[in-house]
T-cell receptor
Framework: KAGVTQTPRYLIKTRGQQVTLSCSPI?????VSWYQQTPGQGLQFLFE???????NKGNFPGRFSGRQFSNSRSEMNVSTLELGDSALYLC????????????FGPGTRLTVL | QKEVEQNSGPLSVPEGAIASLNCTYS??????FFWYRQYSGKSPELIMS????GDKEDGRFTAQLNKASQYVSLLIRDSQPSDSATYLC????????????FGTGTRLLVSP
Protein backbone atom coordinates (compact mmCIF):
# COMPACT_ATOMS: atom_id res chain seq x y z
CA LYS A 1 0.00 0.00 0.00
CA ALA A 2 1.40 3.39 -0.96
CA GLY A 3 2.24 5.78 1.86
CA VAL A 4 1.22 9.36 2.40
CA THR A 5 2.46 11.61 -0.37
CA GLN A 6 2.99 15.34 -0.27
CA THR A 7 3.69 17.74 -3.08
CA PRO A 8 5.72 19.69 -3.67
CA ARG A 9 8.62 18.57 -1.50
CA TYR A 10 10.35 21.96 -1.55
CA LEU A 11 9.09 25.48 -2.12
CA ILE A 12 10.73 28.88 -2.08
CA LYS A 13 8.43 31.88 -1.93
CA THR A 14 8.74 35.55 -1.10
CA ARG A 15 6.89 37.51 1.54
CA GLY A 16 3.34 38.40 0.58
CA GLN A 17 2.88 35.50 -1.80
CA GLN A 18 0.53 32.62 -1.22
CA VAL A 19 1.17 28.90 -1.41
CA THR A 20 -0.85 25.71 -1.74
CA LEU A 21 0.41 22.38 -0.45
CA SER A 22 -1.12 19.02 -1.30
CA CYS A 23 -1.43 15.78 0.64
CA SER A 24 -2.67 12.40 -0.58
CA PRO A 25 -3.47 10.03 2.29
CA ILE A 26 -3.04 6.30 2.39
CA UNK A 27 -5.81 4.60 0.47
CA UNK A 28 -8.82 4.06 2.74
CA UNK A 29 -7.74 6.67 5.26
CA UNK A 30 -10.31 9.39 5.77
CA UNK A 31 -8.69 11.59 8.41
CA VAL A 32 -5.97 14.02 7.37
CA SER A 33 -4.12 16.23 9.83
CA TRP A 34 -1.68 19.02 9.06
CA TYR A 35 1.25 20.10 11.22
CA GLN A 36 3.88 22.80 11.09
CA GLN A 37 7.33 21.82 12.35
CA THR A 38 9.97 24.39 13.26
CA PRO A 39 13.16 23.98 15.32
CA GLY A 40 11.90 26.29 18.04
CA GLN A 41 8.26 25.25 18.36
CA GLY A 42 8.38 21.61 17.34
CA LEU A 43 5.32 20.01 15.77
CA GLN A 44 2.26 22.21 15.99
CA PHE A 45 -1.21 21.15 14.94
CA LEU A 46 -2.81 23.19 12.16
CA PHE A 47 -6.09 21.42 11.39
CA GLU A 48 -7.71 18.06 10.81
CA UNK A 49 -10.22 17.01 8.17
CA UNK A 50 -12.57 14.08 7.93
CA UNK A 51 -15.14 13.51 5.19
CA UNK A 52 -14.47 16.97 3.73
CA UNK A 53 -15.20 18.64 7.08
CA UNK A 54 -12.73 20.41 9.32
CA UNK A 55 -13.14 18.74 12.70
CA ASN A 56 -10.57 20.76 14.60
CA LYS A 57 -8.27 23.70 14.14
CA GLY A 58 -5.10 24.75 15.91
CA ASN A 59 -4.08 28.21 17.06
CA PHE A 60 -2.92 29.61 13.75
CA PRO A 61 -4.05 32.84 12.07
CA GLY A 62 -6.71 32.83 9.40
CA ARG A 63 -4.02 33.05 6.72
CA PHE A 64 -3.73 29.29 7.13
CA SER A 65 -6.61 27.39 5.61
CA GLY A 66 -7.30 23.97 4.25
CA ARG A 67 -9.80 21.73 2.61
CA GLN A 68 -10.42 18.09 1.89
CA PHE A 69 -11.85 16.58 -1.24
CA SER A 70 -14.24 13.65 -1.64
CA ASN A 71 -11.31 11.30 -2.34
CA SER A 72 -9.77 12.35 1.03
CA ARG A 73 -6.94 14.27 -0.62
CA SER A 74 -6.29 17.49 1.23
CA GLU A 75 -4.76 20.84 0.49
CA MET A 76 -3.60 23.61 2.74
CA ASN A 77 -3.15 27.20 1.72
CA VAL A 78 -1.12 29.96 3.31
CA SER A 79 -1.83 33.47 2.11
CA THR A 80 0.26 36.61 2.57
CA LEU A 81 3.37 34.65 3.49
CA GLU A 82 5.59 35.89 6.31
CA LEU A 83 9.21 35.02 7.06
CA GLY A 84 8.04 33.11 10.13
CA ASP A 85 6.04 30.73 7.97
CA SER A 86 9.27 29.05 6.88
CA ALA A 87 8.91 25.52 8.18
CA LEU A 88 8.41 21.87 7.36
CA TYR A 89 4.72 21.21 6.77
CA LEU A 90 3.69 17.65 7.48
CA CYS A 91 0.46 15.91 6.83
CA UNK A 92 -0.60 12.69 8.48
CA UNK A 93 -3.42 10.34 7.66
CA UNK A 94 -5.32 7.85 9.78
CA UNK A 95 -8.29 5.59 9.23
CA UNK A 96 -11.01 7.50 11.05
CA UNK A 97 -9.91 8.90 14.38
CA UNK A 98 -6.79 10.87 15.24
CA UNK A 99 -6.12 8.26 17.92
CA UNK A 100 -5.81 5.66 15.18
CA UNK A 101 -2.23 5.24 14.02
CA UNK A 102 -1.19 8.36 12.18
CA UNK A 103 1.12 7.92 9.21
CA PHE A 104 3.14 10.96 8.25
CA GLY A 105 4.09 12.06 4.78
CA PRO A 106 7.60 13.23 3.92
CA GLY A 107 6.65 16.87 4.33
CA THR A 108 6.95 20.04 2.28
CA ARG A 109 9.86 22.30 3.15
CA LEU A 110 8.70 25.91 2.69
CA THR A 111 11.22 28.72 2.68
CA VAL A 112 9.95 32.29 2.69
CA LEU A 113 12.46 34.95 1.61
CA GLN B 1 3.02 25.73 31.21
CA LYS B 2 3.35 23.81 27.98
CA GLU B 3 0.74 21.15 27.34
CA VAL B 4 3.37 18.47 26.72
CA GLU B 5 6.91 18.83 28.03
CA GLN B 6 10.04 16.90 27.23
CA ASN B 7 13.70 17.46 28.00
CA SER B 8 15.30 18.45 24.70
CA GLY B 9 18.52 16.58 25.48
CA PRO B 10 20.64 15.32 23.98
CA LEU B 11 20.45 12.18 26.04
CA SER B 12 23.64 10.23 25.47
CA VAL B 13 23.84 6.52 26.27
CA PRO B 14 26.37 3.84 25.31
CA GLU B 15 25.38 1.01 23.04
CA GLY B 16 23.63 -1.76 24.96
CA ALA B 17 22.40 0.50 27.76
CA ILE B 18 18.81 1.39 28.63
CA ALA B 19 17.65 4.79 27.41
CA SER B 20 14.89 6.41 29.44
CA LEU B 21 12.84 9.19 27.87
CA ASN B 22 10.28 11.14 29.86
CA CYS B 23 7.29 13.30 29.08
CA THR B 24 4.84 15.20 31.27
CA TYR B 25 1.47 16.58 30.24
CA SER B 26 -0.81 19.19 31.72
CA UNK B 27 -4.33 18.05 30.76
CA UNK B 28 -5.34 15.69 33.55
CA UNK B 29 -8.13 14.08 31.54
CA UNK B 30 -5.91 13.08 28.61
CA UNK B 31 -6.53 9.49 27.60
CA UNK B 32 -4.26 8.56 24.70
CA PHE B 33 -0.49 8.80 24.55
CA PHE B 34 1.95 8.16 21.74
CA TRP B 35 5.68 7.96 21.17
CA TYR B 36 7.04 8.86 17.74
CA ARG B 37 10.60 8.55 16.47
CA GLN B 38 11.96 11.06 14.00
CA TYR B 39 15.28 10.59 12.28
CA SER B 40 17.05 13.72 11.07
CA GLY B 41 15.51 14.89 7.81
CA LYS B 42 12.69 12.35 8.00
CA SER B 43 9.09 12.44 9.10
CA PRO B 44 7.87 11.02 12.44
CA GLU B 45 6.89 7.38 12.72
CA LEU B 46 4.81 5.83 15.48
CA ILE B 47 6.65 3.53 17.90
CA MET B 48 4.16 2.95 20.69
CA SER B 49 0.75 3.98 21.87
CA UNK B 50 -0.52 3.55 25.42
CA UNK B 51 -3.92 4.22 26.90
CA UNK B 52 -3.97 2.61 30.37
CA UNK B 53 -1.85 3.04 33.48
CA GLY B 54 1.10 0.70 33.66
CA ASP B 55 3.59 -0.71 31.23
CA LYS B 56 3.25 -1.76 27.62
CA GLU B 57 6.07 -3.67 25.99
CA ASP B 58 6.89 -4.10 22.31
CA GLY B 59 10.23 -5.68 21.58
CA ARG B 60 13.00 -3.50 23.01
CA PHE B 61 10.55 -0.68 23.74
CA THR B 62 8.46 -0.23 26.90
CA ALA B 63 6.02 2.62 27.37
CA GLN B 64 5.01 3.51 30.92
CA LEU B 65 2.00 5.61 31.84
CA ASN B 66 1.19 7.16 35.20
CA LYS B 67 -1.96 9.24 34.93
CA ALA B 68 -1.94 10.28 38.57
CA SER B 69 1.46 11.90 38.12
CA GLN B 70 0.70 12.92 34.54
CA TYR B 71 3.78 11.46 32.97
CA VAL B 72 4.55 8.95 30.30
CA SER B 73 7.95 7.45 29.60
CA LEU B 74 9.65 5.35 26.98
CA LEU B 75 12.37 2.85 27.82
CA ILE B 76 14.63 1.50 25.10
CA ARG B 77 16.53 -1.60 26.15
CA ASP B 78 19.79 -2.70 24.52
CA SER B 79 20.10 0.68 22.79
CA GLN B 80 21.65 0.61 19.34
CA PRO B 81 23.32 3.41 17.36
CA SER B 82 20.39 3.11 14.95
CA ASP B 83 18.13 4.28 17.79
CA SER B 84 19.78 7.71 17.62
CA ALA B 85 16.93 10.02 16.72
CA THR B 86 14.54 12.54 18.22
CA TYR B 87 11.70 10.99 20.19
CA LEU B 88 8.43 12.87 20.25
CA CYS B 89 5.77 12.42 22.90
CA UNK B 90 2.21 13.14 21.76
CA UNK B 91 -0.98 13.40 23.76
CA UNK B 92 -4.59 13.28 22.65
CA UNK B 93 -6.55 15.44 25.08
CA UNK B 94 -9.88 13.95 26.03
CA UNK B 95 -11.73 17.02 24.93
CA UNK B 96 -13.59 15.50 22.01
CA UNK B 97 -11.27 17.25 19.62
CA UNK B 98 -9.32 15.35 17.00
CA UNK B 99 -5.99 16.98 17.78
CA UNK B 100 -2.63 15.54 18.78
CA UNK B 101 -0.43 17.76 20.95
CA PHE B 102 3.28 17.07 20.58
CA GLY B 103 6.20 17.78 22.85
CA THR B 104 9.28 19.34 21.29
CA GLY B 105 11.13 16.03 21.47
CA THR B 106 14.17 14.53 23.14
CA ARG B 107 17.25 13.90 21.04
CA LEU B 108 18.82 10.52 21.81
CA LEU B 109 22.42 9.73 20.92
CA VAL B 110 23.61 6.13 21.24
CA SER B 111 27.36 5.80 20.99
CA PRO B 112 29.03 2.58 19.76
Amino acid sequence: KAGVTQTPRYLIKTRGQQVTLSCSPISGHRSVSWYQQTPGQGLQFLFEYFSETQRNKGNFPGRFSGRQFSNSRSEMNVSTLELGDSALYLCASSLVEVRDTQYFGPGTRLTVL
Amino acid sequence: QKEVEQNSGPLSVPEGAIASLNCTYSDRVSQSFFWYRQYSGKSPELIMSIYSNGDKEDGRFTAQLNKASQYVSLLIRDSQPSDSATYLCAVLPNTGFQKLVFGTGTRLLVSP
